[in-house]
């Protein structure tokens, strides 16, 4: 319950009446101590349906649960989703609102909506970054949509955060072969396509680039070209 429902009849006893005697004669009230007509029943209200929409949600994350628990993920999400709706987005109901979008991200990773898994880790991490479960699934489903980059970087983010995390240290490994592997290949990719989109134009001269010779300077790394000999 919020304090502010509590503040707002913290000065009434359990009959309703003031619990400290009023001294003041009529016509004698101090204004400051005044209130409009309705404002205490506005602020209720709105205490009372903040409450009323964490208590729903909460209801609907527990229902979500029991769904996960019997492997209906497609209900689960529908319960994780009114969780999220219901939840108010306040200071105080951040890390439950993050603990609903990483619930839905798990049931969205047992349909392997990886795409969806993506989205809903990272609303969850922007409410908490140190939520680290949720890190490792966003990493996961990188992985899964062969995102290699991404998927490192989280690696790389679980191993600072817990270095001590079951098999992280492997995992960063093989996703920097994987990276490295990767980006060999898109770099013979360009070359090949350099290499054909140059002898297009050295053809119209009648050469090719099999008349040149690269050869790399192991100082400076960089590349010469010269005339070579077929």
């Not at 009959?15 to 204004?31: C, I, R, W, Y």
């Not at 603990?99 to 991490?125: H, P």
């Not at 191993?159 to 060999?184: C, D, F, G, W």
Request: charged fraction near 30%; proline fraction near 3%; glycine fraction near 6%.
């Amino acid at each position: 319950p919020s304090s502010s429902s509590a503040s707002s009849s913290g000065e009434r006893d359990a009959g309703g009446t003031d619990s400290n005697k009023d001294t003041t004669a009529p016509g004698e009230e101090d204004v400051t101590e005044l209130h409009y007509p309705g404002e205490e029943r506005e602020e209720s209200t709105a205490v009372d349906l903040i409450e009323k929409s964490i208590a729903a949600s909460l209801r609907a994350k527990e229902e979500g649960n029991e769904h996960f628990k019997n492997s209906r993920f497609e209900e689960a999400i529908d319960s994780y989703s009114l969780a999220i709706e219901h939840c108010p987005e306040d200071e105080d109901n951040k890390a439950s609102l993050a603990t609903f979008y990483g619930n839905r991200a798990a049931s969205y990773n047992a349909v392997e909506e990886y795409e969806l898994v993506v989205d809903d880790c990272t609303e969850s991490l922007k409410l908490k970054p140190d939520y680290l479960k949720v890190l490792v699934r966003r990493m996961q489903a990188y992985e899964k949509l062969d995102r290699t980059e991404e998927a490192l970087q989280d690696a790389k983010q679980v191993q600072e955060t817990q270095p001590s995390y079951p098999y992280i240290a492997r995992k960063v490994h093989t996703l920097q072969t994987k990276h490295n592997e990767k980006m060999e290949k898109m770099k013979d990719e360009a070359m090949g396509k350099l290499k054909d989109l140059g002898n297009s134009i050295l053809g119209n001269f009648g050469m090719s680039l099999d008349n040149f010779k690269m050869n790399q300077d192991p100082g400076t790394g960089s590349w010469n070209i010269s005339m070579g000999n077929k």
